[in-house]
């Protein structure tokens, strides 16, 4: 059972729009526009001129074609004369943009702040542009030029650990069977398929040993939260007694060399910053069992391996384990952590701006019990989301837990 201080940061409301290939009918602005009314709406507001501040994520001037796209969001979702901060941070730009929400809530800058992000990675731009942009993403001066695209890097990483710990091409492959076949009950996401873990194998390779399965998509799409003080959320909030509450429990960020090269050789096949993000914001949650503490998770899954390296970076299986635990399904629906129920990026897809804030979005509407049918996590009390930039450069953990 949780229960919450009167300082506590609680999610007032949630929104997002569904990520496609190719939002043929919006632009970036428009699709923050329509998850911001959802999350507003969410909350029970009119309109929001109650809300404090704005903070807006999203990665690319290049595949949105906007510069200085943040004040032309803030004033689109209706918060034009108040305070905007515009967050950047790669894979991890939404997550982070809720941190800095957190943050500023916590220091008393504001009491409630609308938190919106959104991308179009799919089609707006050819996939030789897209992939180029990306790659930027990466170390250009000493990395980019070696690699190329990050399927190597994440490739070199896990092959380490297949060769450290015997993890096999078969086990991830389960990971992105399992991804693409829950994102087929959740009517947000881009593309669910039901797949076997022989088409995985048999798909075009990308950088050995993976195969364009085991690949996230990139899509079009947008995401927003609304976070408040608890006093904001009782006095404007009209849903706020209607609901269990759910409140932003813990955040924790923390980086790593950006060059492989650069990194340990203990460390190679593992996201070191991960697991210093996943200890910190444990510890400010006092979460010290997680595989029998946290209900779900929101990983971020750019390769399938990079799950199977995050379920031992979150702690939710040991070290040299995540391979085994994922042929055993242990983080697939009815296991003891279900991981990526919405699909995750293999499945729901990836706007990049948008999807730390679509994850909370998802982990939000579970602990409240508002997802049903299939996809619902029951009886869900503490969830969490795990996004990083580069191959693992800057790792952001949140957690958000459920009043009883």
């Known amino acids: ?14 929104g997002m729009t569904p990520f496609v290939g190719f939002r043929h009918d919006a632009s970036v602005r428009d699709m923050v526009a329509e998850a911001s009314r959802t999350a507003v709406a969410d909350a029970g507001l009119r309109s929001t001129s109650q809300i404090d501040m704005g903070v807006a994520a999203y990665e690319s001037d290049h595949f949105n074609r906007q510069m200085s796209l943040g004040q032309v969001l803030h004033d689109t979702v209706g918060l034009a004369g108040k305070p905007l901060v515009r967050v950047e941070g790669g894979g991890a730009t939404g997550a982070l943009a809720i941190r800095t929400a957190l943050m500023a809530l916590r220091s008393g800058e504001a009491r409630s702040v609308l938190v919106f992000g959104g991308e179009t990675n799919g089609k707006s731009v050819d996939r030789a542009t897209a992939t180029e942009i990306l790659a930027m993403s990466a170390d250009l001066e000493w990395e980019t030029p070696v690699f190329g695209t990050f399927a190597a890097p994440y490739a070199l990483m896990i092959t380490e650990h297949m060769r ?7 086990q991830f492959a389960q990971i992105a069977v399992k991804n693409r076949r829950l994102a087929l009950d ?9 797949i076997t873990v022989d088409d995985v194998r048999s798909s075009a390779p990308l950088s050995d040993p993976y195969r364009l ?7 079009d799409g947008a995401a927003a939260v609304l976070l408040a003080t608890s006093e904001w959320s009782e006095q404007h909030s ?4 209607a609901r269990p509450p759910v409140a932003v429990l813990a955040s924790a960020a923390a980086t790593d060399h950006p060059r492989l090269s650069d990194r340990t ?19 400010a949650a006092g979460i010290d069992d997680p595989p029998n503490q946290v209900d779900l998770a929101e990983v971020y899954d750019s390769f399938s391996g990079a799950e199977l390296q995050a379920y ?7 070290v040299g384990r995540g391979g085994q635990a994922a042929a055993e399904g242990r983080f697939d629906r009815g296991g003891q952590v279900v991981v990526n129920p919405s699909g995750g990026l293999l499945g729901r897809g990836s706007a990049v701006g948008a999807t730390g804030i679509a994850q909370a979005v998802e982990v939000v509407s579970q602990l409240r019990g508002e997802v049903t049918g299939p996809r619902a996590v029951s009886g869900a009390r503490i969830g969490i989301t795990d996004t990083h930039a580069g191959v693992g450069s800057l790792c952001v953990v949140n957690v958000f837990a459920r009043a009883a």
Do not use: I, Q, W
Request: hydrophobic letters at 45%; aromatic letters at 10%.
């Open 1 to 14: 059972m949780t229960s919450f201080s009167g300082d506590t940061v609680l999610v007032a409301g949630v």
């Open 164 to 170: 450290r710990y015997g993890t096999t091409a078969e």
């Open 186 to 194: 959740n009517p947000l996401a881009h593309r669910g398929m039901s």
């Open 213 to 219: 399965f085991d690949a996230s998509l990139l899509s």
């Open 238 to 241: 009209p849903t706020f007694a």
């Open 265 to 283: 050789d203990e460390m190679f096949p593992h996201f070191a910053a991960k697991r210093n993000a996943a200890a910190e914001a444990y510890r």
């Open 312 to 318: 031992e970076d979150l702690v939710l299986c040991p």
